[in-house]
């Protein structure tokens, strides 16, 4: 029997790196990253962000404006370094000043990065920062009046939905595939070699092939719900199952690297347990939904809080959480300093913490 592997849909110009972890094959070309740059003044506002509460649109006849809104945004990311002949994937433009979002595993080790946008032009790129942890990166060229795609609310995507996946792999200016959303706060451990990583994938059944890793997924409204990082697959290329991080995360982390160079990572201090239908049963819980606390760190926020072993987490500032990814995805929408609110269920009762205050992740005494 083929074993199933989880490929970034990145494609490889030249020498390339091939590592087994655990019963999946995984692609890659590099595996440390740079140095951080310093970070810099830059203007504040990076992104467009236009959360929708609109419902998602049904289905369409087709996707023409939705492809014709974002393609001209969406750029060819080649990364190269003097061991490797290069690695090629794609990016999203997210602001007019040459802001751009790709994946970590396409530019990791590098050390030259080149931009081809959609009209063919070429620019020189810089590193802002990474973070292994969500497999994304922050590039930057000089340019200005760029089309840029705008940010979607990604915790409003919903399974069925329709959506788009735009690349720009191997300098084929563009590439369009549409689909729905299969299934949300996915786990497929693809970067479980990094601690505290966080992996709550979008999965859709959109077609994404080597060379759209840092692509963007975007909702038949063309705003930005995910960045393309994965693919499940046998054979090594698309068989029906893809991945994309949360635009909700992905906006987070950008802005970290934009303002500080390097992310800065909030906890709540503890260990977590999914809950199933077994769970439920011995906790007296009327829903399978939520996640147990297992165990609580010392002189951490859950501690703080008054959380204990045996609260069952419902809510993270009334968003459910109902798996051990959505918990983190949550959490790590916020820094160091921010507060939550926490609603649980504690003996049979519904209890809620507010201003539950985060600590940074260096914190944490394992």
Known sequence: ???????????????AVLSTVLSFILFQHFSTQQGTPQAEVLPSQL??????????????????S????VTPAIVNVGASSGAFSGSNGSGVIVSPNGYIITNYHVISNATRYNITLNNKK???????????TTDLALLKINATNLPTVAFGNSDEVQVGEWVVAVGNPFNLASTVTAGIVSAKARNINIL???????????????????????????????????INSAILTETGSYEGY????????????IEDLRDYGEIKRAVLGVRILDIDSDRARLLGLDDVSGVEIKAIFPNTSASAAGLREGDV???????????????????????????????FIRDGKRLRKERVRLQELASVDD
Not at 47 to 64: L, Q, R, S
Not at 195 to 222: H, R
Request: proline letters at 7%; glycine letters at 10%; zero cysteines.
């Open 1 to 15: 029997m083929k074993r199933l592997g989880i490929i970034f849909g990145m494609s490889i110009l030249g020498t």
């Open 47 to 64: 992104v467009n962000y236009k959360p929708t509460n609109a419902k998602p649109i049904t289905f369409p006849g087709d996707f023409v």
């Open 66 to 69: 939705t492809a014709n809104k």
């Open 122 to 132: 070429e620019y020189p790129a810089r590193l802002i920062g990474t973070d292994p």
């Open 192 to 226: 479980g070699e990094q601690e505290y990583s966080v992996e709550s994938f979008i999965q859709t059944d959109a077609v994404v092939n080597p060379g759209n890793s840092g692509g963007a997924l975007v909702n038949a409204n063309g705003e930005l719900v995910g």
């Open 242 to 253: 893809s991945f994309a991080i949360p635009a909700n995360l992905v906006k987070k982390v």
């Open 313 to 343: 987490i419902l809510k993270v500032n009334n968003q459910s959480v109902d798996s051990t990814p959505e918990l983190q995805e949550q959490v790590a929408r916020y820094r160091p300093g921010d507060t939550i609110s926490i609603d």
